[in-house]
């Protein structure tokens, strides 16, 4: 089992980093991709841990393609989020400190599917992701992604 903590004062240490990755996807008709979460519930863009042996951008692909159906291509960065202040712990002991970077993609093919990890997978208008339950760290990745900025967002 799993708990987030942001930002919490009573929050163990991390003792790990553990490179993770998200993928914004947008259908150019203004939806988002997100999929609910089946270990949590939360919505999220699709995303995942790095494995050994792939660079970030290939472990965006998979995980978008594990957890949704979908092939994608990376088109570009939306930020690095790196907030000491957000710590996952595990029952095992382990706490990881966030370490996600978080790109852009364009769908390429496949077909929508839920998976192990994802307990609904859609596209979501952009007016409708506010009503979601979903992460505070979460909306702010989702944010950066919906305005498009110059720059990506380093934090």
Known sequence: ??????????APAANRLWPVVNVAV???EGRLLLIERADDGYWALPGGMVDVGESFAQAAVREVREETGLDITVTGLVGLYSDPGHV???DDGTVSQEC???FRGTVE????????ESRTVRF???????SL???????????????R???????
């Open 124 to 130: 979501v208008e952009v007016r409708d992701i506010g």
């Open 88 to 90: 996952t712990s595990y």
């Open 149 to 155: 900025r110059e720059h990506p967002y380093w934090g």
């Open 1 to 10: 089992m799993k708990q987030d903590h942001y930002h919490d004062p009573g």
């Open 109 to 116: 093919g496949g077909v929508p599917r839920t998976s192990d």
């Open 26 to 28: 947008d259908d150019g």
């Open 100 to 102: 996600s970077l978080v």
């Open 133 to 147: 339950r979903t992460h505070p760290s979460m909306r702010l990745r989702i944010s950066h992604a919906l305005e």
